[in-house]
């Protein structure tokens, strides 16, 4: 089992960057293919972007697609998301999400995760 905890939400104008974090702790980290989704009020939970568990193969949604990076650190058990160019429509709480371990492929569906972290909030202002 794994646990997630996301930080580097924040309240920023459009244009603006934020880099978010999603540190892991419990199994190993290499164990899991990670991903991003993100929720606006009312909205649905929606997929950012994936990554597989040595970081070889990432996936993005249009939305993200040129402005968004997803990477990550095993030795630190960690995965980011930066965040570029954003804008309001951007404003959402982001989750870190893990696949079982038993998983390989990149998912994008919320129901191919088994893991969630609690979410840090975005917000852009026009």
């Known amino acids: 089992q794994v646990q997630l905890v996301e930080s580097g939400g924040g309240v920023v104008q459009a244009g603006a960057s934020l880099r978010l974090s999603c540190e892991a702790s419990?199994?190993?980290?290499?164990?899991?293919?990670t991903g991003w989704f993100r929720q606006a009020p009312g909205r649905e939970r929606e997929f950012v972007a994936a990554?597989?568990?040595?970081?070889?193969?990432?996936h993005y949604a249009d939305s993200a697609k040129g402005r968004f990076t997803i990477s990550r650190d095993n030795a630190k058990n960690t995965v980011y998301l930066q965040l570029n160019t954003l804008k309001p429509e951007d404003t959402a709480v982001y989750h870190c999400?893990?696949?079982?371990?038993?998983?390989?492929?990149?998912?994008?569906?919320?129901?191919?995760?088994?893991?969630w972290g609690q979410g840090t909030q975005v917000t852009v202002s026009a």
């Open positions: 999400a893990a696949r079982g371990s038993i998983f390989w492929s990149l998912g994008t569906h919320s129901d191919d995760y088994l893991y």
């Open positions: 419990g199994r190993t980290f290499t164990s899991y293919v």
């Open positions: 990554i597989t568990k040595n970081g070889d193969s990432k």
